[in-house]
């Protein structure tokens, strides 16, 4: 009931065109749901966040499209480019849970994604 | 801001010594810290949940004589990786919880790791 399932594992996408990554969970206590980007060899960054409270987020090039009902979310990049070739994580975790799992996020698998020039 | 430090970047060890790793939230206060450890290619797994003041919580299979979690402050927590062995070889992140969003918003910050390699 903890995981968190993203596909694809990996993603190749030409420059210019639209990458997307899906998640889905299981756990209906789970009320944050952030997306990290990695670089071989760095830490995760965050990207960008959602709360089941709001459908759709959008910063930049970057949407997050959440489906409360279906209990899925995926991340959008448009117009990717090649400096966006990393790894991405999704996550989440319960604001509120008690006790030892405070702020615990369950991660993703990962999705390697490639950005070709 | 929310940046996260964390020193060595990189260390190599020889098989039975320790290995301290620091991390440390840089323009913020952190309530918890957690530590995960990465292998090439997957994902990040949670190792334990460090609180200041109070002894970390461990998940499940990992050996907390191993792995000793010390967080000292509101901006540092340390990792003390005890014996090194080879099988102890990875990647080994931290991440801090802003204390000024604890509660409402739970952003983690991450530092950029830290990789061990024991000999």
């Known amino acids: 009931q903890q995981q968190v399932k993203q596909s694809p594992q990996s993603l190749i996408v030409q420059k210019g065109g639209i990458s997307i990554i899906n998640c889905a969970y299981e756990?209906?206590?789970?009320?944050?749901f952030p997306w990290y980007q990695q670089f071989p060899g760095k830490g995760p960054a965050l990207l960008i966040a959602?709360?089941?409270?709001?459908s759709e987020k959008k910063e930049g090039r970057f949407t997050i499209s959440f489906n409360k009902s279906a209990k899925q979310f995926s991340l959008h990049i448009m117009d990717s480019q090649p400096g966006d070739s990393a790894t991405y994580f999704c996550?989440?975790?319960?604001?509120?849970?008690?006790?030892?799992?405070?702020?615990?996020?369950?991660f993703g698998q990962g999705t390697i994604l490639t950005v070709h020039p | 801001g929310a940046v996260v430090s964390q020193h060595p970047s990189r260390v190599i060890c020889k098989s039975g010594t320790s290995v301290k790793i620091e991390c440390r939230s840089l323009?913020?206060?952190?309530?918890?810290m957690f530590w995960y450890r990465q292998f090439p290619k997957k994902s990040l797994m949670l190792m334990a949940t460090?609180?200041?003041?109070?002894?970390?919580?461990?998940e499940q299979g990992v050996e907390k004589d191993k792995f000793l979690i010390n967080h000292a402050s509101l901006t540092l927590s340390t990792l003390t990786v005890t014996s090194a062995h080879p099988e102890d070889s990875s990647f080994y992140i931290c991440?801090?919880?802003?204390?000024?969003?604890?509660?409402?918003?739970?952003?983690?910050?991450f530092g950029p790791g830290t990789r061990l390699t024991v000999l």
């Open positions: 996550a989440a975790s319960s604001t509120y849970a008690g006790g030892t799992s405070y702020g615990k996020l369950t």
């Open positions: 323009d913020f206060q952190a309530t918890t």
């Open positions: 959602i709360r089941p409270d709001v």
């Open positions: 756990n209906t206590a789970f009320d944050y």
């Open positions: 991440s801090a919880d802003d204390i000024s969003t604890s509660g409402m918003q739970n952003t983690q910050y």
């Open positions: 460090s609180n200041e003041g109070s002894k970390a919580t461990y």
